[in-house]
């Protein structure tokens, strides 16, 4: 193993009564509760957890990422409460690494620092005015309607008729549900207020999915697929030429059947078939057709030229897009790219920008991608580790993995020797770089508070939006 800035200590082995292994979490979001659940749950070892989180309040894409009409799969945040509840937790909200510590700061507090951090960015689509006004990426406005404190701001012009949203996963369609909701539909949600008052002015009618493949290989999921059709008062339109698979994919799925994308075209086929239903907005999913330039009226999106593709057969059997000559233009005011999500780097931690992941060998940090070494007492999990990919239970596993290879690492004494190992030490360094910290005490009480305004307005929740109305709701 190659040490960063602490040596390690063969032989030396924390986790006893006299002296717990002491471990940082840097993010907290899924990967981190589940990595913290896996470490506290040991009973042959004493570690104690301190999590750290830029935001004032936990859960980072539970809260701020998975759609305000999904309650339901809000409810793993019950789980992450248990966790919490150890004494041997604690939570630092509003404190950032990069920002009020630094990974050297961590490496002379903690035994063993776990980056879980997330993919806190999006990927591009490298096509001229994708920076016009009017151009925004998924994850702007995933996070503006779920009330992230960073993102309320933004300005997104719902004076539009036409909306067209580039990709095809889940995020795309959670972004078209919410474009076309009723009021009704979205007050029985935990959208952000401001969001729900912006929406109920919209004048989106039209919304377009660009999806680059075809209908066997769409990205979304059944589930997902399903719940647009009920949709209280938006009709999902497919044509039928391109709910016609084309002959590739035909031989394919009959030397490969695969059950799900089966069902996936089957449905899309009977959307494509169905009468007009007489709804207020529509939801068109189109298939095989690419983003080429998007055009321009007074410095603004007026619309987007799109090429049609045609599948392929790479080398390896997987099914790829490629341009024809086939082009038309679709007249928009406001487009979402929804590419995928992409990690950026934490200063002082290595990074492979091309895959916008910490380089890693099974969760321990290495220098870079290519090297097999792994750094002393340096680990990740999640999205930072394996890229945007995953439901919240996929982050589970990839935790666990980290885990045991943290706990083998104990085991054989390859870890930080840290200067201050004690509980008191680290928060006396954090009251410092960082007064107004948020604990988990902080956050039950404004979840509370956010529970009792959703009472109070007939909301499942009402969030607080801005670190300053949280600070007042706990008197500080
Ligand atoms: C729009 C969207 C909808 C989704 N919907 C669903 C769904 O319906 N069902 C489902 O199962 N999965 C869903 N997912 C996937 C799920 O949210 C992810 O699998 C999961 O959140 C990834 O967990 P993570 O812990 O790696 O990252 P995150 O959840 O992103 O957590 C990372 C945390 O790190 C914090 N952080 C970042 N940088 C720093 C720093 N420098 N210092 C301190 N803290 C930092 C962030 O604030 C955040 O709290 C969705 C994802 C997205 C993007």
Redesign the pocket.
Known sequence: MTSGSSIPAPGCKPGNADQPLRVAI?????????AADHLLKRDDLNIEVDM????P???????????PD?LK?KN?TKVFDRTAQNPKFRFFGN?????HLTPADFRDYYHQIVY?????TDRALGIDGEDLQGSHS??EF?AWY?GHPDYRDLKFDLSQPTVAIVGMG??AV??ARILCRTVDELKETDIADYALQQLAQSKVKHVVMLGRRGPAQAAFSLPELKELGKMHDAQVRVLPEEAALDDLTKKHMVEKPDATAQKKVDQLQQVAAAPDAGKSRDLTIRFLVSPINITESDGRVAGVDIVHNELYETDNGTMRPRATEKTEHLDCGLIFRSVG?LG?P?EGVPFHDKWGVIPNEKGRVTSDESSKEPLVGEYC?????RG????????KG?AIETVQCMLEDVKAGNLLQPEYPTADAAEHLIRQRQPVFFSYDHWRSLDEHELNLGKEAGRPRVKLTTVQSMLEVLGK
């Open positions: 840097i993010g907290a979001g899924p990967a981190g509760f589940y750290f989180d830029r935001l309040t936990p859960f980072g894409l539970v809260r701020h990422g998975v759609a999904h799969i793993v404190v950032t690494c990069g920002e879980t951090v997330g993919a806190q998924a994850t995933v779920n889940n995020v959670d972004v999500y950026v934490l999990a999640g999205w930072i580790k945007p990919s995953g439901l919240i239970g996929t982050n990839c």
